[in-house]
């Protein structure tokens, strides 16, 4: 099939250089992410990578998937479900890169005062200008545009939907805080911060207020909201997710008390605030036990449900089954001999860390550099003495200290030849804060950076 796309993309290519056909036929896209260069406005300085799935619909819908601090589009793509999502229910994702430093380093701007106003400039005008430009790229419905993001990505999540309610439709912001939360550059990074300290106590009215000025006058439909956080969150503490479920409840005119609750998962507790006609306008999540860890496994599928793209009526085109079923074979008395994992190839880790006090933030970047693909995968890597993991994301860590093991998720078990991942925790130290050593990928030595 990709050679068939070649083929064809060579044959227009042709064509046009003898003036058959216009210049502005469209290539075939492939599915695999790639990055644009020129999108428009830029004032963030950002970069944007989209992914575009083979089966769509003419007009597909748009989601905005936006990572925390120290990360990256490429990483939230690798490190997240919803490119998988996308190619199941296809919608196009757009993974921008945030270029801000501030204390943490590629974090979005959700602080300055460009910011915080509508065109004003900085994160959010790139934003909208990615959305723009694969609306017009792709064909990309702009009435289906939906916005998500962890951490500093939830919080720019809430930012958008307050800046632009006539551009998103929705949105789902994983342990993000109020729109506003933060009153200027001086107060950011979370670690040293007002927003994030603990104490951020405001009325629904004046949290509502703050997102009724961020667009005055504004009088259209509001995006529906979205909410998630974990009860053990020590980076942005649990107690902002009251703050910001105060503050979009106060948007739509909604009591304060939920009109149902309910345990979908273990572990997953969501209250929902719905209108006069049913509507569930905001949706919140606590997730018993969790850190600073969100998504993880499930939970991006939930949010495309919320935003409305798992719908079975209106499925992508796919291919024709055939017309007749294959035949069925009989499963052997005995089952057959299983492969032998592939040997362990060379790799590369990029570590970068952010620490203050007696705390951290790491984010490990595991580079495949052999030539096999790696299905399923091992970390292990022994931390400095006196720092101590108390919570992850992207793989499981076992045990806290000394020598760790992070193993996969089910969303990211494979690193194709030359690919990525990307995995993170928090952890306490007593003043080490060095990078880790020794760290080995499916038992082969792997170069630190």
Known sequence: ?????????????????????????????????TEVTSFGDNPGRMRMHVYVPDNRPARPATVVAMHGCGGSGPGFYSGSEFASLADRYGFIVIYPSATQQAGFGNCFDVWSDAAKRRGGGS???????????????????????????????????????????????????????????????ADFPPTSSQCTGGAMNRTPQQWGDAVRQAYPGYSGPRPRVQLWHGTNDTLVPYSLLTETIEQWTNVFGLSQTPTSTDTPQANWNRRRYADTSGTVQVEAYSIQGAGHSLPSSGMA???????????????????????????????????????????????????????????????????????????????????????????????????????????????????????????GFQATHSGNTAKPSAVTLNGASCAVS
């Open 123 to 185: 994160d959010p005008v790139s934003i909208v200008s990615m959305v723009r430009h694969v609306q017009q790229q792709y064909a990309a419905d702009p009435d289906r545009v939906y916005a998500t993001g962890s951490s500093s990505g939830g919080m720019m999540t809430n930012h958008m939907l307050a800046l632009y309610p006539d551009l998103f439709k929705a949105g789902a912001a994983f342990m993000g805080v109020p729109y506003n939360c933060f009153a200027n550059a």
């Open 1 to 33: 099939m990709r050679t068939r796309r070649k083929l064809l993309l060579a044959l227009a290519m042709t064509l046009v250089a003898a003036g058959l056909v216009v210049p502005a036929i469209r290539p075939a896209y492939a599915a695999s992410l």
């Open 301 to 423: 599928a939930s949010a495309i449900q919320f935003f409305g793209l798992t719908d079975p009526t209106t499925p992508p085109p796919t291919t024709p089954p055939p017309t007749t079923p294959p035949p069925t074979t009989p499963p052997p008395t005995t089952p057959p001999p299983t492969t032998p994992p592939p040997a362990p190839g060379a790799c590369g880790v990029t570590v970068a860390i952010n620490a203050w006090n007696t705390g951290l933030t790491e984010n490990i970047t595991v580079t495949n550099t052999g030539t096999t693909a790696v299905n399923g995968w091992s970390l292990v890597f022994t931390l400095p003495s006196g720092q101590t993991i108390t919570s992850g994301w992207n793989a499981s860590y076992s045990p806290s200290s000394g020598q760790v093991t992070a193993k996969n998720v089910a969303y990211n078990a494979g690193i194709p030849a030359n690919g990525s991942v990307t995995i």
